[in-house]
């Protein structure tokens, strides 16, 4: 069983929304953070958002006030709901296991295989 699966990207026009979601094993979901990164093309691997297992998150600047990430603890699923997106969120999103170490987000090296997500007109 993969530890980390996610779903939901697709092509968008700017402006657009989506939801990205994150399955995790119920003991990766409990016991660690997760976060979801992206890597858009010719750029670094940048973190775009992590959510603590008990809740608290953090964001990148570039995306505080239009992403939300939250947890389903019924499924262990964290979700990603990225709103009035537009060309600089186009890239590979992927989910990582890690823990929150005074208040930041240090990831470990347990990633998901990634989900596309294209915004253009």
């Known amino acids: 069983q993969a530890l980390l699966v996610e779903s939901g990207g697709g092509l968008v026009q700017p402006g657009a929304s989506l939801r990205l979601s994150c399955a995790a094993t119920?003991?990766?979901?409990?016991?660690?953070?997760i976060a979801w990164w992206r890597q858009g093309p010719g750029k670094d691997r940048e973190l775009v958002a992590a959510?603590?297992?008990?809740?608290?998150?953090v964001y990148a600047d570039s995306v505080k006030g239009r992403f939300t990430i939250s947890g389903d603890n019924t499924k262990a699923l964290v979700t990603l709901q990225m709103n009035s997106l537009n060309d600089e969120d186009t890239g590979v999103y992927l989910c990582?296991?890690?823990?929150?170490?005074?208040?930041?987000?240090?990831?470990?090296?347990?990633w998901g295989q990634g989900t596309q997500v294209t915004v253009s007109s």
């Open positions: 990582n296991i890690g823990i929150f170490n005074g208040g930041a987000y240090q990831s470990g090296g347990t």
């Open positions: 119920r003991a990766a979901f409990d016991t660690y953070a």
């Open positions: 959510r603590n297992n008990d809740g608290a998150t």
